[in-house]
């Protein structure tokens, strides 16, 4: 049985060659009683994993369960999970850190029968995770995707002022209902060096008031350096702002 497992440092593995590379899973674990899949797909998805079912020919062991997948689809995703494979006496996965109702979306991704598509419910679960993954299992595709639909959903709203954002639809919510979710895309993608898609994400964090980053926990939790990079963002926008109105 071959075991991964996010560890306390990056390190080489020399008996596994695998990187295995830090990562927080605070952040998730919160995430998962708010932003999880709904109780139908769920339980389908239980039904189907947590069952052996014609082609599986693995099974994953996450937080003691098993789950049974397929050898194809996880190699058609990861050259990581193809070199596994390579031996054909590997019957099984131990993945450590991961929640097994994490997991089960994530192959719900995966697997084309359950037709999931990303969505601002399940998209900062799935970019925490496709994050993890591409370091752990050289997974790109799900960050990828991660990216192009927070990209398209940041171009889909406006502020009204500091407290309050417009959607496309023309809801109105206040900002600190997303905040927590800005300050994790920021983060993850900070992690990465996409400064592009970093500096998309900060033009809407700097426009937010102080008092919404004291109020969040996920804003405490974040390194020092990105925080600076957050308010050194606001700093450089109120600058500019306070030049626009005063008269010259």
Same mark, same amino acid.
């Given at each position: 049985m071959i075991s991964s497992s996010i560890t306390h440092d990056d390190y080489l593995n020399p008996d596994k060659e695998i990187l295995l590379r830090k990562t927080s899973t605070k952040s998730l674990k919160r995430l998962n009683k708010k932003m999880?899949?709904?109780?139908?797909?769920?339980? =389908?998805? %239980?039904q189907y994993f947590l069952q052996s079912h014609p082609f599986s020919d693995l099974t994953l062991i996450v937080q003691n369960k098993r789950l049974?997948?397929?050898?194809?689809i996880l190699s058609s995703v990861s050259k990581v999970f193809q070199s596994y494979f390579q031996n054909e006496n590997t019957n099984s996965i131990e993945i450590l850190d991961i929640s097994s109702n994490d997991m089960i979306e994530l192959l719900q991704f995966l697997y084309p029968q359950f037709q999931c598509t990303i969505n601002y419910e399940n998209v900062t679960v799935l970019l925490i995770l496709g994050r993890s993954l591409t370091q752990r299992f050289d997974i *790109?595709?799900?960050?990828?995707?991660?990216?192009?639909f927070i990209l398209f959903y940041l171009?889909?709203?406006?502020?009204?002022?500091?407290?309050? #954002? %417009?959607? %496309?639809?023309?809801? =109105?919510?206040?900002?600190?209902t997303i905040l927590d979710n800005l300050l994790i895309w920021f983060r993850e993608f900070f992690y990465i060096n996409d400064e592009f898609i970093c500096e998309a994400i900060l033009e809407k964090l700097c426009q937010c008031n102080n008092s919404n980053f004291y109020l969040s926990?996920?804003?405490y939790e974040l390194k020092e350096n990105v925080q600076y990079h957050?308010?050194? /963002?606001? /700093?450089? *926008?109120? %600058?500019?702002?306070?030049?626009? #109105?005063?008269?010259?």
């Open positions: 999880s899949i709904s109780n139908t797909d769920i339980n =389908r998805s %239980e049974y997948v397929d050898k194809s *790109y595709f799900i960050s990828q995707s991660c990216r192009s171009s889909k709203f406006n502020y009204i002022h500091m407290n309050l #954002i %417009e959607q %496309e639809n023309g809801s =109105r919510l206040k900002i600190s926990k996920v804003f957050i308010f050194q /963002a606001r /700093a450089k *926008y109120l %600058e500019k702002a306070c030049s626009s #109105i005063l008269p010259i």
